[in-house]
C-alpha cells in the first residue's frame, strides 16, 4: 500500500477513528451524512460495508486517497445485503479485483445472482430505486465467502474481525467485532442513529422484520461487550450501554403503538398516524446545520412507513401462527 501523503489533511467524508479505523461517507445518492462504509487498514485491509452501486466511485476514491490501491484490498464485509449496504458489492469487487466478499450465508446467493433481488427492490422502489441505489451487478461466486452463526475475517497480525448471526432486522444479518479495538460494526441490528440528534431510531421494514429475534440480536450484543458501536446510519457511538439499551426502548415502544393501532383498526394509516403522534414527538428536532435532504432520504430509507409497515407485516405472521395453533389444538 502507499502511504497516506498527508496524514493531518484527511479527504472530505473521511473520518479517522483511530487504530487504523476510518469512517467513509458513502455520499447515497449524492447527500452526505446517510450511510458510512468503514476501512480498517491493517496488514490486510478490510472494508465493512460498501454502501450503494452509485457509491462504488466515492468508495474507491476515498480508499485511494487513504492509500489503499486496486490490488490492495483484502476483504469486503457487508452486515447484510439490502442495497443501502451491499448494492455496490459487485461494482466495488470489480474495482478491488483481489478482495474476498464475506457475507451471510442467507445472503450469498443473491451477490453472486442479484436478478431475484432488484426485481423485488424495482417492485417496491419504482423509478426511485434509480436514483437512491443504482443496478446491482453481480459478483463472481469464487469471491464470495458465506458465514453462518459465526465466521472469522483475518486483518493480520492477530487482529480478526469475528462475525456475529444477527437477524430480527434482516435474515442475512451480521454483526461484526473488530478483535483489536472492539468496535462493533452494528448494521441495522440497533436501528439509526442520528449523530445531530443522538438519537437511535428502528429499522424494521418488511419481509424480515421479528421482534423476538432483533432482542434477540440486542441482548448478543450486550453480551459481547463492545468498546464503541459502528453505526451504518451513521457514525461512530462510544457510549455503548446506553445506546443498547435506547435502541431497544425505542424498538418496544414501536411495536406496542403500532399493536395498539392493529387492536383497535388494523388499519396502517391508523398506525402510521399514531407513531407520529405519540413516537415522533420524543425525538428531537434536526439543528440548522443537518442536511435536510439528506434526512429526507432516511426517511424513505427507514421512516415511519417502512418501519410501520414491516411491524405489522410481523404482526399479522404472529396471528396466523396462533391461529394455526389454536386450530391444532
Known sequence: MQDVADSAGFPEGVVPLGAEVFAIDTRMAGYPGITSSYLIRTEHPCVVEVGTAGSAPVLRDRLAALGVDARDLATIVVTHIHLDHAGGVGEVARMFPNAEVVVHERGARHLADPTRLMHSARQVWGDRLDVLFGEMRPTDSTRIRSVSQTGRIELGNGRELVSHYTPGHAKHHVGLLDSGTGDLYVGDALGVYNPHTEDVRPATPPPDFNLDAALSSLQLFRDIGPQRLMFSHFGAVP???????????????????????????????????????????????????????????MEVLSGVESNVAGIGHWLDQVAAEQRKEQGET
Request: hydrophobic share 40%; charged share 30%; aromatic share 4%.
Open 239 to 297: 457510549t455503548v450501554d446506553d445506546t443498547i439499551d435506547r435502541a431497544e426502548e425505542e424498538l418496544r415502544l414501536w411495536v406496542e403503538t403500532v399493536q395498539s393501532a392493529h387492536a383497535s383498526t388494523g388499519d396502517l394509516d391508523h398506525a402510521i398516524a399514531m407513531v407520529r403522534d405519540q413516537v415522533l414527538t420524543r425525538y428531537r428536532p434536526l439543528p440548522p446545520e443537518a442536511s435536510t435532504e439528506a434526512a429526507e432520504v
